[in-house]
């Protein structure tokens, strides 16, 4: 977990500003935004999540499987851990 906690600063901000983002989205919604704004908000907003999951996902592998101190079996069952969240996060 030291990786989130190092870029924690970094990574909250990413975090809200996506909040910010939803917030607007659903002011867009409720003023009854014309469909092609909302779409772009929507499409801001994925690509603010898969960024933010970029950046964790990546610290965690150079931080966890890239770590010479752990075993093959344990590097195994992180891959498998991360694999697992992949396939939930790409459904």
Do not use: F
Not at 72 to 81: D, F, S
Request: glycine share 6%; proline share 0%.
């Amino acid at each position: 977990m030291g990786h989130t906690i190092a870029a924690k600063k970094k990574l909250l901000a990413r975090v809200r500003r996506i909040q910010g983002q939803s917030a607007a989205l659903e002011k867009s919604l409720e003023n009854e935004t014309e469909c092609l704004a909302v779409l772009q908000q929507i499409a801001a907003i994925k690509g603010a999540i898969n960024g933010l999951m970029k950046e964790v996902l990546e610290g965690h592998m150079r931080v966890h499987l890239g770590a010479d101190n752990i075993t093959q079996a344990e590097r195994e069952i992180e891959v498998e851990q991360v694999i697992s969240v992949l396939k939930s996060y790409l459904k």
